[in-house]
């Protein structure tokens, strides 16, 4: 994935470093919370675990695997890897025909309106694929869907599988997760 920078400072932090962790934005404000010393039984209940102790210096190991979503879309990166899954709502997916699911210009009428297959952004050729899975240091741009590749089988398993697992843990409902 990409590198984002950020910048901390404050008492009690080790400064003068580069940390190739793997954070997620979710992330922050439990470490906001620990490092304002508000206990972990009084911070309110949400995503994410500080990493104030990367902060302080000390030796810590993250997060295995980052989550993120955004509408029809969740995703987890894990050891070097993003797998994507795009799922259609079920207000919209009683509206597809079975035989065209997985069809482009029927998944894209179904995701928002008219003329929406035209959006597909030519930069990212898997954009529409329900199953999505990139070697980042490899593919950082995501331009080969490796979710087909049977070389492939085992590891996009094991990323569904972590997606399913942390999705127990969220509220609602998303495909067959």
């Known amino acids: 994935g990409a590198l984002s920078p950020a910048f ?3 008492k009690n ?9 793997l954070l997620s934005n979710t992330d922050f404000a439990p ?4 490092l304002c010393g508000v206990p972990a039984g009084a911070q309110p209940k949400m ?14 190991s993250s997060d295995d695997a980052v989550y993120l979503q955004i509408g029809s879309t969740r995703a987890v990166l894990n050891d070097g890897y993003k797998y994507i899954a795009w799922r259609i709502h079920p ?5 597809l025909d079975p035989q065209k699911k997985t069809s482009l210009h029927h998944i894209a009428s179904t995701r928002g309106g ?4 035209k959006k597909i952004p030519k930069h990212y050729p898997g954009y529409w694929d329900l199953d999505q899975l990139y070697d ?3 593919d950082p741009k995501e331009q080969e869907n490796l979710a ?27 495909g067959e997760f």
């Open 114 to 117: 008219r003329g929406l297959e």
């Open 91 to 95: 207000d919209r997916e009683s509206n």
């Open 31 to 34: 470490t906001v919370y620990e």
């Open 13 to 21: 932090l080790k400064g003068g470093r580069r940390a190739a962790d």
């Open 148 to 174: 087909g590749n049977p070389e492939q089988a085992s590891r996009l398993k094991k990323m569904k599988a972590l997606l399913s697992a942390h999705l127990e843990n969220q509220p609602g409902s998303f």
């Open 136 to 138: 980042l240091s490899k």
């Open 47 to 60: 995503d994410g675990k500080s990493f104030a102790a990367l902060l302080k210096g000390d030796a810590v």
């Open 8 to 10: 901390v400072w404050g």
